[in-house]
């Protein structure tokens, strides 16, 4: 470092500043040689960097209050002045020839300095203390435990936090070398995160905007379009900056705002998301999640504009119809009901997904034409996704009376899921051969795997036979799980799935099930029956999530889906 001087604000100050332009040179580094590893390191860094700086600004206020227990700090800065040679002790020589003393843990630090020096941008539910608490929670997790790495959040999450804390930082640290010379540093340094997360999602609200422009002032076309994000790239982050934009539309700003999902867990996600996130500026709306028929109407009826959270399902139970110009934005919902147009006649509909619909669809008539686009293709040339392996196995079973051969299965049986197909010596083959590809696999990537089953009763049997397949040292537990599983035993399961130390490595699970998952940690799923383009899309999005040494993603399919053409592009 250029200064040297031992003082307590210059050194928290240099300390900071290294720990920031580390953290974002790191990331960099990550972009150019796709170590994931790195990526690990950054967040380190650039958390360190922020602890440090909020005890920068509470030192220059009082530095007692950077120690955990403040009156035990003055205590002992008593004694050691007390002895010989220390009379002019300072406060942080403490940390030296006391071990009675700590520094503030991170939580109690950050509530600190938003209490005692009243700093806005660090209250409860304020965007950067989220956003900084959600750093917080990586790296808490890097420390102490294994780790999911979403690369398209963390991208965001840390070009996110790095304007409002530069910003606060330039209003409160009280030294003009920092301000002048190394927050411009620490800016440049990062434009690299803030180009990755921003490039390809501009552009895509740009055009989305434009196109609810166009559908708010056609006479004839009520689908504004479809915008369809892979899954993986940020897709809720795509909507949120599409909502700070559009509801300042002369169009928008005085009327609702209805978001609608199909799964209550996504409409959850997007209600915290926006309630937390969304109100920044100078419009103010009302984020509400109706509970019931009653609170929908008195929302929907209310004068004032709001952003409406609800489930497709929960709307179509309810008997009523609102005239109001709204805007309706589908969020990731791959049905279509005929009620919609009826309930909202006079809305305006565009829809944001990881799944496109089917381009002769009802939901494709009804939203509009695809208005921006994502795909699996283009993330993996990005690096935001792994590339993806597709192999076809074939497995010759005994039924009754006939030997079967995977490929030759007529379309019938293979939709009806018959006992003709699953029977014990299928399902033992099928078994054997899952278990021998996967062990191989784990050689390389100590990862998980799914088995996609087409029911309940079919992988109980599946998880029984695999059971008994113990001969192979690096395989050890596989379970049947799906959504009839009691909640608190799905819940443990998934936990133990999420570890990648956990001895349970492999997952049997019925056709929907998967759609609730996001661990990275996959790496090979086993297909063994007929499933959706939509769930081929979510899964293909889910094994590509990269991880630490994990260079590929593998489908095995038993039944001969054309990846290639309906999802790999």
């Known amino acids: ?80 002045r007390k ?59 890097i420390i102490h435990f294994s780790i999911e790495l979403d690369i398209a959040a963390v991208s965001s999450l840390l070009s996110e936090i790095l304007d409002p804390l530069l910003l606060m930082l330039e209003r409160e640290v009280k030294d003009d070398k920092f301000i002048q010379n190394r927050i411009p540093e620490i ?37 504004a379009g479809i915008v369809w994000q892979t899954l993986g790239t940020g897709l809720g982050k795509t909507l949120l900056d599409y909502l700070v934009q559009v509801r300042k539309l002369s169009k928008v700003i005085d009327n609702h705002i209805v978001i609608v999902s199909d799964r209550v867990e996504l409409a959850t996600q997007i209600y915290n998301l926006l309630s937390s996130a969304l109100f920044e500026d100078e419009i103010a709306y009302q984020v509400n ?3 019931s028929e009653y609170e929908l109407t008195e929302a929907l009826e209310s004068q004032s504009p709001k952003i409406i959270v609800s489930t497709i399902q929960r709307l179509t139970k309810y008997s009523f119809e609102s005239n109001k110009e709204i805007l309706l934005v589908g969020y990731d919902w791959h049905g279509f009901s005929n009620l919609l147009p009826d309930m909202f006649p006079n809305a305006i509909y565009i829809l944001f997904t990881t799944v496109p619909p089917k381009p002769d669809s009802l939901s494709w008539l009804f939203f509009g034409d695809l208005i921006g686009k994502y795909d699996l293709s283009q993330a993996i040339t990005d690096g935001v996704a792994l590339p993806i392996k597709i192999e076809y196995r ?80 690096e395989f050890t537990e596989a379970t049947a799980i799906s959504s009839m599983t009691h909640p608190a035993y799905r819940e443990e399961l998934i936990e133990k799935f999420k570890n990648q130390d ?38 293909a999005g889910l094994i590509s999530r990269p991880q630490r040494d994990k260079k590929e993603a593998v489908i095995v399919d038993y039944v001969g889906h054309d990846w290639s053409r309906d999802v790999l592009y």
């Open 502 to 539: 956990d001895p349970f490595c492999l997952l049997i699970a019925t056709g929907s099930f998967p759609l609730h998952f996001n661990n990275p940690l996959i790496h090979v799923v086993y297909v063994t029956s007929q499933i959706s383009l939509q769930l081929r899309h979510q899964l």
């Open 1 to 80: 470092m250029e200064n040297q001087n031992p003082s307590l604000r210059i050194g928290l100050l240099d300390n900071s500043y290294h720990s920031l332009k580390r953290g974002y040179e790191i990331w960099s580094l990550w972009k150019k040689t796709d170590d994931a590893w790195l990526l690990k390191e950054s967040i380190i860094w650039i958390h360190h960097g922020i602890e440090l700086s909020l005890k920068q600004l509470l030192a220059q206020t009082n530095a007692f209050l950077v120690f955990e227990n403040v009156d035990l700090a003055i205590e002992n800065l008593g004694k050691l």
């Open 289 to 291: 999640f109706p509970r």
């Open 394 to 473: 074939k497995i010759i079973a005994s039924t009754d009376s006939v030997t079967l051969v995977q490929d030759e299965i007529n379309d019938e049986l293979a939709i009806s899921f018959g006992t003709r197909l699953f029977t014990p010596d299928y399902i033992t083959k099928l078994s054997e051969d899952i278990v021998h590809h996967f062990t191989a696999h784990q050689k390389t990537f100590r990862g998980k795997g799914i088995v996609l089953v087409p029911n309940i009763a079919t992988g109980a049997a599946f998880s029984e036979v695999i059971a008994r397949i113990q001969h192979h040292e």
């Open 83 to 141: 002895k010989e040679g220390m009379e002019n002790a300072d406060v942080m020589d403490l940390f030296d020839n006391s071990d009675r003393v700590k520094s503030v843990g991170f939580q109690s630090l950050i509530e600190r300095v938003a209490v005692a020096l009243s700093i806005p941008e660090l209250a409860k539910n304020a965007p950067l203390r989220q956003r900084i608490d959600e750093l917080t929670k990586y790296r808490n997790k």
């Open 187 to 223: 800016r440049e340094l990062a434009q690299p995160v803030k180009k990755f997360s921003d490039q390809f999602r501009q552009e895509i609200i740009a055009d989305a905007i434009k196109a609810t422009e166009n559908a708010f002032a056609s006479t004839e076309h009520r689908g």
